[in-house]
């Protein structure tokens, strides 16, 4: 039987477990019954109660006592533990196939799903064998908008991960109720979220003395990001159900869990497919009024982003025409 599922990654800090434990908590709400499945060794401070614990087969700790390793080190030979020891995880979850929706909590060292191939091949394996429909959902500290280099690092480890695990795929903006704690962003948020003209971000990145010592490399691998057009972002409050069940949307979207209730009618399958859309902009621009301080500027703008014509023209009044470019 097909069962759906989230495989949950994102760097240290991102708010994995605690996306696992709200989410879990959601998908209760909305009559979903939920299975978290930890496969992090590290994760000893669980917040929520789980069907399936990696600690059963291995500890990290253990790990590092008894082959002088560090954290990064444990947490390689634990993945790569797991895969070989696949069949403990196999007969762990075929149980819950029935009628569970399946989280999976991975640990939080990126190079796991973008360079070493243990989790990937892990997560393969469980698809192939157990017919699950699983998305992967990564996580990203929205604050790091508020730096421009920290941003394309972002935008570089989210595509590297896309590319190496190949399963549908969503990325988020974790924490974006936090998004200007850390100062202010230089752009809209829909220019983060949509990925949009990178090189808007040179000037800012020639702010930094440390950045502009790579201005060439910066510029190469914005281009990279640009030419595969693969990377946008979604945003995400753990702690506001609207926010949660707009993110659940697009999941259920990509993992294929808004056909699971259809039965095999390709008129059925229309209908759902060709279902009116929920345009990301609108969203975007309700989640930055909530949660961020517009400028003067930003104020005055139109729904659809552009300037009305009557403020441009108190702009070229006031001697702001050809010192700024505007829509219109």
Not at 214 to 240: E, P
Not at 287 to 305: A, C, I, L, R
Request: hydrophobic share 40%; glycine share 6%.
């Amino acid at each position: 039987m097909t069962a759906f599922g989230q495989v949950v990654i994102g760097p240290p800090g991102s708010g994995k477990t605690t996306y696992c434990n709200g989410m879990s908590q959601f998908l209760q709400l909305v009559g979903r019954k939920v299975a978290v499945i930890n496969l992090d060794p590290a994760n000893d401070a669980l917040p929520y109660d789980c069907a399936v614990n990696i600690e059963d087969l291995i500890k990290l700790s253990d790990v590092m006592v008894e082959h002088s390793l560090g954290p990064n080190g444990g947490l390689v030979y634990c993945m790569d533990y797991l895969e070989r020891n696949i069949d403990w995880l196999l007969a762990k979850l075929k149980p819950l196939l029935k009628d569970q929706y399946l989280l999976f909590d991975f640990p939080g060292q990126v190079e796991l799903f973008f360079l070493h191939s243990n989790a990937k091949n892990t997560i393969w394996k469980a698809i192939k064998k157990l017919d699950l429909r699983l998305t992967a959902i990564h996580l990203v500290d929205a604050h790091l908008c508020c730096d421009p280099g920290k941003y394309v690092s972002a935008l570089l480890l989210s595509l590297s991960t896309m590319l190496h695990l190949e399963l549908p795929h969503v990325n988020v903006l974790s924490k974006i109720d936090l998004i200007e704690s850390y100062g202010k962003l230089p752009y809209n948020l829909e220019f983060f979220t949509d990925v949009e003209d990178l090189s808007y971000l040179q000037y800012h990145l020639d702010q930094d003395p440390r950045s502009s010592k790579y201005r060439k490399l910066t510029k190469v691998l914005c281009d990279v990001v640009k030419d595969f057009s693969l990377v946008n972002f979604s945003t995400l409050d753990i702690q506001d159900k609207e926010s949660v069940g707009n993110l659940l949307k697009i999941i259920d979207k990509s993992n294929g869990y808004i056909f699971a209730g259809i039965e095999g009618s390709v008129v059925e399958f229309s209908k759902v497919a060709a279902a009116p859309l929920d345009w990301d902009y609108y969203r975007t621009a309700a989640v930055q009024e909530k949660y961020m301080k517009d400028d003067e500027f930003m104020k005055m703008m139109e729904p659809d982003g552009m300037y009305p014509l009557n403020v441009l023209a108190k702009m070229a009044d006031d001697g702001l025409k050809g010192k700024e470019s505007f829509s219109c």
